[in-house]
């Protein structure tokens, strides 16, 4: 047994980024700055991307990506069950309706049959998430927000480094948000991009971002001095600081080495348990590319001999941390409550979820860390009564 605990995650923070953040802090500029831009440069040009947009969060970007998309009250707009509850709250935020659609049963992403059954007049938006790093249908969806003129936003919070037909997740047209919440991919301790490829929503963003401040009206205003703004609708304080975007830039020159060791450590998960019964991996469609975000897998208790909570219970008793992507948003009593979810609407999110568990993933993790998974699964599955 492992002497010392397996985290489900840490961060890989190095001397690099400890520089870059000082360099910040004794540059006398603290707030949203050159570094900032920088940062969104990097990421809109990685993905393929004219524009990004560096936010507060994740959550933030997806906020303000459904106001420049033209989402308001009474709208609806649909999303998956199985993501992080920020999804359908900033729906909710907006006075707008998170109408959910069923998971495809192999990839866990949102399935485009249950979109197309879920359209009504009043849907305006859809927001597929990439589940674990693997982008979902995009073709079908694409056709489907063509055919009903629904605006796509993507969810790639799991997502950056994934790649489509080729293409990376965030060039494909869409407004795209990424979070660097610390366990993502890359981060930036907290915030968040959107990519995409519209310049007047870019700028809208921007000044969304800051309170609806513009300084367009400057040069008509005065020759001289930068005081002058005009306010034309009230934004937020969503903007991300220097000092985070610093952590971003440096990050940025290591996502494809991350990656790549993420890829790395997954292949040999999925390898070792193949061998396992009763432990079910995510299936990959072809042509894609996924980050490898979180490696899930389900536990189907009647094969496997015991359930998932029992398995987590497990596994740390045997020092390794797990996690659970996620619990459905209809599930909440919140949303049970205000929109009148119950259990069993969407059975195939609760069938995954009820067996699902993230095994411990970051790039710093090493082969023998993943074979001390598998040996402590194996242990586990062995020492079950007959
Ligand atoms: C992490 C995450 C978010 C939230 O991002 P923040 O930067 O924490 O706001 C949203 N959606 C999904 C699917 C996530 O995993």
């Given at each position: 047994m492992r002497?010392?605990?397996?985290?489900?995650s840490i961060p890989?923070?190095?001397?690099a980024?400890?520089?870059?953040?000082v360099?910040?802090l004794?540059?006398?500029?603290l707030t949203?700055?050159?570094k900032?831009?920088?940062?969104?440069?990097k990421?809109?040009?990685?993905?393929g991307?004219?524009?990004?947009?560096?936010?507060?969060?994740?959550t933030?970007?997806?906020?303000l990506?459904?106001?420049?998309?033209?989402v308001?009250a009474?709208d609806e707009?649909?999303?998956t069950?199985?993501?992080?509850?920020?999804t359908a709250n900033?729906?909710h935020?907006?006075?707008?309706v998170p109408?959910?659609a069923?998971i495809?049963?192999e990839?866990?992403?949102?399935?485009?049959?249950c979109i197309?059954?879920a359209?009504?007049?009043?849907t305006?938006?859809?927001?597929p998430?990439?589940?674990?790093?693997?982008?979902?249908d995009?073709k079908?969806?694409k056709?489907?927000?063509?055919?009903?003129k629904?605006?796509?936003i993507?969810d790639?919070?799991h997502?950056?480094?994934a790649?489509?037909y080729g293409?990376?997740?965030?060039?494909?047209?869409?407004?795209?948000c990424?979070?660097?919440?610390?366990t993502k991919n890359?981060?930036?301790?907290?915030g968040?991009?959107?990519t995409?490829?519209?310049?007047?929503?870019?700028k809208?963003?921007?000044?969304l971002?800051?309170?609806?401040m513009?300084k367009?009206?400057w040069?008509?205003?005065a020759?001289?001095?930068?005081?002058?703004?005009?306010?034309?609708?009230?934004?937020?304080?969503?903007?991300l600081s220097?000092i985070?975007?610093?952590l971003g830039?440096?990050?940025?020159?290591k996502?494809?080495?991350?990656n790549?060791r993420r890829?790395?450590l997954?292949?040999r998960?999925a390898?070792k348990?193949?061998?396992i019964?009763g432990?079910?991996t995510l299936?990959l469609?072809p042509?894609i590319?996924?980050?490898?975000h979180?490696?899930?897998?389900?536990v189907e208790?009647e094969?496997?001999?015991i359930?998932?909570?029992?398995?987590v219970k497990?596994?740390?008793?045997?020092?390794i941390g797990t996690?659970v992507?996620?619990i459905p948003?209809?599930?909440q009593?919140f949303?049970q409550?205000?929109?009148?979810?119950?259990?069993?609407?969407f059975?195939v999110?609760?069938?995954v979820?009820?067996?699902v568990?993230?095994?411990?993933?970051?790039p710093?993790?090493t082969?023998k860390?993943?074979d001390?998974?598998i040996s402590?699964?194996?242990?586990?599955?062995?020492?079950?009564?007959k």
């Open positions: 002497k010392t605990y397996l985290k489900f890989s923070i190095t001397q980024e400890i520089q870059e953040v360099k910040t004794k540059s006398g500029w949203t700055g050159k900032a831009q920088l940062f969104e440069e990421i809109a040009h990685y993905v991307a004219e524009h990004g947009v560096s936010l507060a969060s994740g933030a970007a997806r906020f990506s459904l106001i420049v998309e033209g308001q009474g707009v649909i999303t069950p199985f993501t992080f509850i920020s900033v729906i935020h907006l006075g707008a109408v959910l069923d495809d049963p990839t866990w992403n949102i399935d485009p049959e197309a059954a359209v009504t007049s009043k305006r938006a859809v927001i998430v990439h589940y674990s790093g693997q982008p979902c995009m079908n969806i056709t489907l927000a063509r055919k009903h629904l605006r796509v993507e790639a919070a997502a950056l480094g790649e489509y293409k990376k997740i965030g060039g494909l047209g869409n407004l795209t990424f979070s660097f919440f610390p890359i981060t930036t301790g907290e968040g991009v959107v995409l490829n519209d310049e007047r929503k870019a809208r963003l921007r000044r971002r800051l309170h609806g513009s367009d009206g040069k008509r205003y020759q001289e001095g930068s005081w002058y703004y005009e306010v034309h609708e009230a934004g937020y304080k969503y903007n220097d985070n975007a610093a830039i440096v990050q940025m020159d996502l494809e080495s991350f790549r890829t790395r997954a292949e998960y390898q348990l193949a061998r019964s432990i079910k299936t469609r042509k590319k996924s980050s490898w979180i490696f899930p897998v389900t208790a094969t496997f001999g359930d998932r909570n029992r398995l497990e596994l740390w008793e045997r020092n996690s992507h996620f948003l209809h599930l009593p949303y409550k205000t929109y009148g979810y119950k259990k069993g609407d059975p999110a609760e069938k979820f009820s067996g568990v993230s095994l411990p993933l970051f710093k993790m082969l860390d993943v001390d998974v402590a699964i194996q242990d586990i599955q062995e020492s079950i009564p």
